[in-house]
């Protein structure tokens, strides 16, 4: 990810990411090998961390004080924007078996991981066989 000056173009930085960033205010989310971090935008330092136990994550939503976080492995993982504390997970789909090759935006069978939407009050998200999974009050 390259940060540039928004009044001049300059470029400020370079910070290392193998999945698309994410940005909310005064926020932006970065993973790089499996580390979700989040970086305060003033100065680009780490505000907390999150690192996800099969080595590949990506910021999918930052939405009503969370981020939602999809690892290559198959589990959901919501953290407090604030402090980063894992609020709660959920399974999306079997994990890889030992020794897979992972990659951030991928599933370990090769398939892109899609995003995650919400809407009134509930998250939905894809999940094995093409569920689609609503969380939140009917």
């Known amino acids: 990810m390259i940060a540039y000056d928004q009044k001049t173009g300059a470029r400020l930085r370079s910070l290392p990411a193998d999945a698309t960033p994410a940005f909310g205010p005064g926020r932006a989310y970065v993973a790089f090998r499996g580390v979700v971090k989040a970086l305060n935008t003033a100065t680009y330092q780490p505000v907390w961390s999150y690192r996800s136990p099969v080595g590949a994550a990506t910021v999918r939503l930052i939405a009503k004080g969370y981020v939602y976080i999809q690892d290559a492995g198959g589990e959901l993982v919501v953290l407090d924007k604030r402090s980063g504390r894992k609020m709660w997970s959920h399974?999306?789909?079997?994990?890889?078996?030992?020794?897979?090759?992972?990659?951030?935006?991928?599933?370990?069978?090769?398939?892109?991981?899609?995003?995650?939407?919400?809407?009134?009050?509930?998250?939905?998200?894809?999940?094995?066989?093409?569920?689609?999974?609503?969380?939140?009050?009917?």
Not at 107 to 130: C, E, Y
Request: glycine residues 14%; charged residues 20%; aromatic residues 10%.
């Open 91 to 138: 399974r999306l789909w079997p994990a890889p078996p030992p020794d897979s090759n992972i990659i951030a935006e991928e599933d370990w069978s090769g398939w892109t991981v899609p995003g995650i939407a919400t809407a009134r009050g509930r998250l939905f998200t894809p999940a094995d066989g093409g569920l689609l999974i609503g969380f939140g009050k009917a």
